[in-house]
C-alpha cells in the first residue's frame, strides 16, 4: 500500500493537528507541503541505495520520507522530543531510516552515522544555519556533499564570487571547504506556516583539498575576519583589528602584493592566502 506524501498540506495538517503541535518559532520551523520540491533535494543529493545520508532536523519527517524512498540508508538527528513519537508514526515501514534524538552541535557524528562517508540533506533553521554549516566543514568530516534548505540571502553569500555586495566572509570559508551552487529557489508558499523570505536549496561539493595553500587555516579565517570586520573600509584600515599599527598593516599589504586602499570585498581566496602566509612568515 502506498503511503500518504508527507509533502501536502492536507496529510501536514492532519499530522499536526493529530499530534497537537504547531511551529516553534524559537526552532524555527516551518513545515514543507511541496512534493515537488522534495523530490528535488533528493535528486540535488544524487542518492543510491548504496548512500548513507545524515538528515539534520527531520521534523515530521518531510524530507526524511523524500530521503528514504531514495533507497538511502537515512540517519535523522531531532533535537525536539516532542517530534519523537511524530516520526515514529510517519516514518513507520521505512527500515532503512534511523531517528537519532540530539543536538547536531553536540553529538559525536561520525559514531552516529556508523559509516566511513556520506551525503547531508538539511532543511536548516534560519536562526541556526550557519553554525551547523561550519560545525560539518570544520571538522572535515568525509562528508561527500551537503544540500541544505537555507534563507536564500544566506544561499547567495555562501556562493558569491569576488566584487559583488554578496561576497563576505562567509563566502571565503564556504569556498575554502566547498564548492557551493545554488540548485533551485524556494517561495514562501510552499510551507506552513509561510515564512516571510524566499529559501534555496545550495549544494555544496567537498574538496578534497582547499583551493588555496596556507600556512595555517586558524591565521587564515582570523585574516578573513578581520579583512571584513569593517567592510566598508580599506584594508588599510580593517586589518588594524589583527591588533597590529597601521604602519605595519602598510608593510605587511606590500609585501602581499595587495593595494591597502581595496576593499576586503574584491579579494580572491588566492590574495587572501597571499595576506595570511606573509604575514606567517614576517612573523617568524
Known amino acids: 500500500m502506498d503511503k500518504p506524501i508527507i509533502a501536502s498540506p492536507q496529510v501536514t495538517n492532519h499530522i499536526l493537528h493529530r499530534f497537537k503541535l504547531r511551529a516553534d518559532k524559537k526552532l524555527g ?25 545524515l538528515e539534520v532536523g527531520p521534523g515530521i ?19 525536539d522530543k516532542r517530534l519523537l513519537p511524530v516520526l515514529d508514526t510517519t516514518l513507520e515501514g521505512y527500515d532503512n531510516v534511523r531517528i537519532v534524538n540530539g543536538d547536531i552541535l553536540q553529538v559525536n557524528i561520525m559514531q552516529t552515522v556508523g559509516v566511513d562517508e556520506f551525503k547531508v540533506c538539511a532543511n536548516l533553521p534560519y536562526y ?30 555562501m556562493a558569491a564570487k569576488p566584487g559583488g555586495k554578496d561576497y563576505g566572509a562567509l563566502s571565503v570559508a564556504i569556498q575554502y571547504y566547498t564548492e557551493p551552487e545554488i540548485a533551485f529557489i524556494v517561495p514562501p508558499s510552499s510551507f506552513i506556516p509561510a515564512p516571510s523570505v524566499d529559501s ?18 586558524a591565521l587564515f579565517f582570523r585574516v578573513v575576519k578581520a579583512a571584513f570586520s569593517l567592510r566598508r573600509k580599506m584594508l588599510n584600515n580593517s586589518l588594524k ?23 576586503a570585498e574584491t579579494l580572491s581566496l588566492e590574495e587572501f592566502a597571499a595576506l595570511t602566509n606573509t604575514f606567517a612568515a614576517s612573523k617568524e
Open 241 to 263: 583589528n589583527m591588533g597590529i599599527k597601521g604602519e605595519q598593516v602598510a608593510k605587511w599589504l606590500e609585501l602581499a602584493g595587495v593595494d591597502g586602499k581595496r576593499r
Open 128 to 157: 541556526i544555519t550557519t553554525p551547523i554549516i561550519f560545525a560539518l566543514l570544520e571538522k572535515r568530516l568525509p562528508m561527500e556533499r551537503l544540500v541544505a534548505m537555507v534563507q536564500k540571502e544566506v544561499a547567495e553569500r
Open 200 to 217: 534555496a536549496v545550495i549544494v555544496c561539493k567537498r574538496r578534497e583539498k582547499p583551493p588555496v595553500e596556507v600556512c595555517d587555516e
Open 29 to 53: 520551523q516551518n513545515f514543507l507541503i511541496d512534493e515537488n520540491i522534495v523530490r528535488n533535494i533528493v535528486a540535488a543529493a544524487e542518492l543510491s541505495d548504496k548512500d548513507t545520508v
Open 61 to 79: 519527517g518531510t524530507l526524511t520520507q523524500g530521503l528514504a524512498e531514495s533507497g538511502a540508508s537515512v540517519v535523522a538527528v531531532e533535537l
